[in-house]
């Protein structure tokens, strides 16, 4: 014997109203999305190494004067940590599509104006320490190397920390011209650097303790200071 059915022929199948109207949206969320990223591949390919299909130094020269940035400018590096680039003086597809895409930049003029954001998003003080320590990585551009020369080192400091501590590094970088102990610097030092600067009341050191954890570099460095004041 058949079972019967319970549903009736010819009967209409319920229909959400806002189905449509959703599937539109998606579809040209979609499109939008897509076309973006068109225009970020197009801007890369504007600039990169047929050969190599990278950004390499020669392109990103030619990147920061249609930028109208200087390219020793911090914003340059700032970008570089966007993109979590991780060879000095390339870019890749890659890491250029992670950059521009979390900028919502897809045209030199867009990028121009979210400069100043991303300054503001890497002066955050939980982005600026990690800002501060792929920098250091950055310059490590040597298989395993780890540490970086005491020129390259000082360099760095007056463009990553300069404009935030500028008296605390005009000193360090003096002392580290003037030092003859080390002749490259590592990134337990790097860190402490940083670590020195927001912790130490400056000048006077009156709360700079030997006895803590400080690399033997910055005890030195305070001695040597002490010693120019008295």
């Known amino acids: 014997m058949r079972r019967s059915s319970t549903r009736k022929t010819g ?10 109207s959703s599937d539109t949206y998606r579809s040209a969320s979609s499109k939008a999305v897509s076309k973006e990223v068109e225009r970020i591949d197009n801007l890369f390919y504007a600039y990169a190494d047929a050969s190599s299909g990278l950004i390499d130094p020669e392109g990103i020269e030619s990147f920061c004067s249609d930028l109208e940035v200087d ?4 914003r340059i590096l700032m970008l570089a940590w966007k993109m979590k680039a991780e060879k000095q003086g390339y870019f890749t597809l890659e890491e ?3 950059g521009l895409k979390a900028l919502h930049a897809d ?5 121009k104006k979210s400069l100043s954001e991303l300054e503001k998003e890497v002066a955050r003080p939980t982005n600026f320490s990690d800002f501060y320590s792929y920098s250091f990585r950055y310059c490590l551009t040597e298989d395993k190397q780890k540490c970086i020369d005491i020129e390259s ?3 760095l400091l007056d463009l ?3 404009f935030q501590f500028g008296p605390q590094v005009d000193k360090l970088v003096e002392y580290l011209k003037h030092q003859r102990d080390y002749k490259v610097i590592n990134m337990d030092q790097w860190t402490s650097f940083l670590r020195f600067c927001n ?3 400056f000048p006077s050191l009156d709360n700079y303790d030997a006895e803590l954890a400080w690399p033997l570099i910055l005890d030195n460095f305070v001695e040597w200071i002490r010693d120019k004041q008295s």
């Open 153 to 155: 080192a000082c360099e």
């Open 160 to 162: 990553v920390l300069g």
């Open 96 to 98: 250029w599509r992670r």
């Open 11 to 20: 009967s209409a199948v319920p229909v959400n109203p806002s189905s449509g």
């Open 107 to 111: 045209t030199i003029s867009k990028l």
């Open 199 to 201: 912790e130490i009341n």
């Open 71 to 74: 390219y020793t400018d911090v």
